[in-house]
């Protein structure tokens, strides 16, 4: 039993041991990680160009109408304002048609009580 339990002990410390020497530190995995970055970017067929660009579903370049709006935030407050009243997605999340239910802090309460009463005390549960 003794030669069992030697040999198991043995085995262990040489698997923990041989995990030590071939980790890196720190330092060695900065710089092999700046190493692999810098070649990437080097790498130009990593990079966008036209061709892979125009696979990208929905996406028209960089030249964007909404461009008027990023030196002039009064603008977007101004044309949001007058487009809000006819804009069927605006009167969706403002709930225009007042379709949307609604309930009362009783009601959010009485549905929710369980929860809470387990939340309290779990091992009632």
């Keep these: 039993m003794k030669r069992v339990a030697f040999s198991l002990l043995l085995s262990v410390l040489a698997g923990a041991t041989s995990g030590v020497v071939a980790q890196t530190t720190i330092e060695e995995a900065r710089k092999q990680g700046a190493d692999l970055g810098k070649s990437m970017r080097a790498d130009e067929s990593l990079g966008p160009n036209d061709a892979k660009l125009a696979q990208l579903p929905g996406y028209g370049g960089t030249d964007?109408?909404?461009?008027?709006?990023?030196?002039?935030?009064?603008?977007?407050?101004?044309?949001?304002?007058?487009?809000?009243?006819t804009d069927e997605a605006f009167g969706t999340v403002t709930d225009r048609a007042r379709t949307r239910a609604t309930f009362s802090n009783a009601e959010i309460l009485?549905?929710?009580s369980r929860g809470t009463a387990i939340e309290k005390d779990p091992d009632t549960y």
């Design 110 to 112: 009485a549905a929710t």
């Design 64 to 85: 964007l109408a909404e461009k008027v709006y990023f030196d002039d935030p009064d603008r977007l407050v101004v044309d949001g304002g007058s487009k809000a009243g």
